[in-house]
């Protein structure tokens, strides 16, 4: 069946009609008593009690607490505003700020039928898309939240996957591995092929614009020629689902999260086969945000966000955490000074990583925790609310000298043996 494409005129941003399927979850989590949509007045223990009246300025901005659980979240490109989509199909716009009590929301949307998969900005932040396990694509307008063109039946199975290539070209992937490139100047699709034998939990593309990037349940990574319209090559497969994936390295590098917690390595222009792989002792590595051309963050069913160098490959230490809970998506704040989750404790955190651009990583591998947690790379990585989290970073801090010592000294007499 053809997608039917429709200019919607300026209406009303509430919810367009009544939700006749059950909302999807897609990890089953336990559920949780709805509270209405704002954020989370969670007390600030690094605040100072004897501050004059006023407003307080927080290290990041509070968290908001959503109706329902957000599969996605997009932050603007130049403005301190973000977008999620939740599992009703329901599209909100927030305004964050790290004035406690300044988080506003702006617009909601509710045009889609089913679960809200991914919402993306256009790169000047005045459209943003979204897709749905309805099978469409909505362009809304960002200001007011306003639907301007649906186009519905885009795919014949629901969509799961969608990616910005440029002002008029984006391209989707949906549950049964089919992928297709739209031109919105026409409302048409330009490419449409189905390669994978699962759905497509991620699409990438290169700086060039040239080269298409796709992952999949069925463990294969995708590459597509945009310029040409037409399928290169699928990888080796590998042993269990590719759920995400990205350019690093100045685009030397591409990484793929997978449901078995290994991040798969590939060279650019050697698509074919993974040139390494790093087990990060996790659930699985959801998501992939890249901060720098060598850190990244990644998200995981566990709940941990942790930061991790490429080559040498090391996991730094935690950002964050949803305790407890599934992390949907990851974003980066237009000045790179946030981090943005959202998971299935329906709540969008914020995580400050102004100084993770600034982490080296050495050579050696150091030795690992007696207690096995991971080294805090903010404050809240391990908590909000704990009353000891400044008497533990400094505790680490002395641990972490005295094992560099221990290092150095073992380093030496190994040298001296040899």
């Known amino acids: 069946m053809a997608a039917s494409v429709e200019h919607v005129e300026a209406a009303s941003t509430a919810t367009e009609m009544d939700k006749t399927e059950a909302p999807e979850t897609i990890r089953d989590p336990e559920t949780s008593d709805s509270e209405p949509a704002g954020q989370e007045q969670d007390p600030d223990p690094d605040e100072d009690g004897g501050e004059p009246p006023g407003p307080k300025i927080r290290d990041t901005p509070q968290d908001i607490r959503l109706e329902a659980i957000a599969n996605t979240v997009a932050l603007h490109p130049s403005r301190d505003l973000l977008v999620c989509g939740d599992v009703d199909g329901d599209v909100y716009a927030f305004s964050y700020s790290c004035t406690e009590g300044e988080n506003r929301e702006v617009w909601s949307s509710g ?227 946030f981090l943005v989750s959202c998971g299935h404790d329906q709540l969008i955190k914020f995580w400050d990583i102004s100084s993770l651009p600034n982490t080296t990583v050495n050579e050696y591998r150091k030795r690992k925790k007696k207690d096995g947690r991971m080294k805090s790379l903010t404050k809240k990585a391990h908590g909000d609310n704990d009353f000891f989290s400044g008497l533990v970073e400094e505790t680490e801090k002395k641990k972490e000298e005295e094992e560099e010592e221990e290092e150095e000294d073992d380093s030496d007499s190994d040298s001296g043996s040899d």
Request: charged share 25%; with cysteine.
């Open 111 to 337: 045009h889609h039928m089913k679960s809200c998969r991914q919402v993306r900005f256009s790169a000047d932040g005045l459209k943003l898309y979204s897709v749905s396990r309805d099978k469409a694509v909505h362009l809304l307008d960002v200001e007011r939240g306003q639907l301007v063109t649906r186009i519905r039946g885009a795919h014949g199975a629901p969509i799961y996957s969608l990616l910005l290539v440029d002002e008029n070209i984006l391209a989707t992937g949906d549950d049964g591995g089919t992928l297709k490139v739209w031109d919105m100047r026409k409302g048409t699709a330009i490419m449409d092929l189905k390669q994978h034998e699962d759905y497509i939990s991620d699409i990438a593309v290169d700086q060039a614009k040239r080269i298409l990037l796709t992952t999949s349940g069925d463990g294969t990574m995708g590459v597509f020629n945009i310029k040409r319209r037409r399928f290169e090559l699928l990888s080796e497969y590998q042993s269990s689902d590719l759920t995400s994936v990205a350019l690093m390295k100045r685009g030397k590098k591409v990484v793929c999260g997978s449901s078995e917690g290994t991040i798969y390595i590939f060279n650019w222009n050697g698509f074919g086969a993974t040139s390494d792989r790093f087990a990060v002792k996790a659930e699985s590595v959801d998501c992939i945000a890249p901060i720098t051309d060598n850190i990244m963050c990644t998200a995981s069913m566990d709940g941990y966000i942790r930061a991790i160098n490429l080559l040498p490959n090391r996991v730094i230490g935690c950002i964050g955490q949803h305790v407890g809970e599934p992390i949907e998506e990851l974003a980066k704040s237009w000045d790179s000074r």
